[in-house]
């Protein structure tokens, strides 16, 4: 196919004290949730100035990205929107209109399937060229890539370096309410697409390490007690551990792209207190936004779509997640939770 531009799709987050509040209601708008919740997670952002980082860290994905599509030989310009805010997507989307881009590839900051990671994306897609109108270009998101073999060899190679033989591996991913996850996925596969991958990227990364054993918990979950979340949660497991006696634990965001404020709050600051309080040796291994080889698996990733190039995969799993226009990749995809 022929593009003309690129669109890197992201979360978003705030850059200052003033931002944090309206960006947590754009995040949890219409699903319900109590104003003091708000306020915990508020704290968590002012505790770092009121700066989330992961939209400089998009901006130093997007500046690898540039570098690598020239050395590919690719004239492609880069754009920029978030979801939740600024540089919002449909604001990107109409300035690519106005600058003439009729063909975009869209490369969602998110390795994996299910409704957050996967169709909410498409659901952005939808929603901006809808705000733009008859002048917004086609947008075709790419694939998963928790299995290709570069985003694997980055965590790999991460962990290594923190990796002691008397440390416990343990992968976390942000934890989703139990029906959204067996929503995940078309029903002849099982449902269960974003736990079913994340276990899969675990073990493609141990594999690698050499390790036999190792755990995959969660993190982050929020909502009401009453809703059953996917379980054990990282802090929970932390204790768990230190109860057998394991002395130390390495624990490798394997369901983040990058350092955003969930992964230095969660991991950086709750669950490295826990495990200090509790007498344990911790560490935590970078993501792979950072290395340059996850820049160098963009290209590849746009190549399959612009130069028909055979997709790098480490799986069997489908290479899912390919969408036109924000269109679901297969009926019942990646379905949203209902709520009661």
């Not at 634990?249 to 990058?258: A, K, N, R």
Request: charged share 25%.
């Amino acid at each position: 196919m022929s593009v003309d531009a690129i669109l890197l799709l992201s979360f978003g987050g705030p850059e200052g004290p003033d931002e944090v509040r309206p960006f947590l209601e754009n995040v949890t708008r219409g699903r319900g949730v109590p104003p003091e919740r708000l306020d915990e997670v508020e704290q968590h952002y002012l505790h770092f100035g009121g700066v989330s980082p992961i939209n400089q860290l998009n901006r130093e994905i997007i500046a690898n990205l540039e570098a690598e599509l020239k050395a590919a030989g690719h004239d492609l310009p880069v754009y920029f929107g978030n979801r939740n805010w600024h540089p919002m997507v449909e604001d990107t989307v109409g300035r690519m209109a106005a600058d003439g881009i009729r063909d975009a590839l869209v490369l969602p900051t998110s390795a994996y399937g299910g409704y957050s990671a996967c169709r909410q994306y498409d659901e952005d897609i939808v929603r901006a060229r809808a705000a733009v109108g008859d002048g917004a270009p086609r947008l075709t998101k790419i694939r998963h890539f928790f299995d290709h073999p570069l985003f694997i060899e980055s965590f790999a190679d991460a962990i290594a370096a923190d990796l002691t033989e008397q440390a416990r591996l343990v992968f976390t991913a942000h934890s989703v309410p139990e029906s959204a996850d067996k929503a995940a996925g078309p029903p002849e596969e099982g449902g269960r697409r974003y736990s079913r991958q994340v276990a899969e990227a675990a073990r493609l990364v141990a594999t690698r390490l050499g390790r036999a054993e190792y755990d995959v918990v969660w993190q982050s979950r929020s909502g009401p007690p009453q809703i059953p979340w996917l379980e054990p949660d990282i802090c929970d497991h932390i204790e768990v551990l230190h109860g057998n006696g394991v002395p130390a634990v390495v624990v490798s965001p394997i369901g983040f792209v990058s350092d955003h404020l969930e992964v230095i709050w969660d991991l950086d600051n709750e669950a490295k207190d826990l495990a200090e309080k509790l007498g344990m040796g911790f560490a935590r291994p970078a993501t792979p936004g950072g290395d340059q080889r996850f820049a160098t698996m963009l290209v590849e990733l746009i190549d399959e779509q612009v130069r028909g190039t055979e997709p790098r995969k480490l799986s069997a799993f489908p290479a899912a997640g390919c969408t036109v226009n924000g269109a679901p990749c297969a009926p019942l995809c990646c379905e949203p939770a209902r709520r009661s």
